[in-house]
C-alpha cells in the first residue's frame, strides 16, 4: 500500500488480467469486423473511423486517470 493515500497498487495478477481482457478485445473485434460485408470493412479500415475510435477512447481513459478513484 502506498503510504498516505490509502489505496493498493495493482499486482501482476491484476495486470495480467487486464492484458488479457484487452488482448480477448481486440481478437473479437477483428474477428467481428471479418465477417462484415467488403465495404463495411473498406469503410472500417480506410475511413477516418478508426482515429475517431482511438481518439475517443484515449480521451475518455486519460479522462478516467484525471478524475481518479472516489475516496473510501
Known sequence: MVEGQGRTEPGWRQVLVVAAV???VVLGAAAGTSLLPTEVQRLIF?????IVVLIVGTAWLLWRIARGRPAA
Open 46 to 50: 480506410h475511413g477516418p473511423f478508426l
Open 22 to 24: 484487452v488482448v480477448l
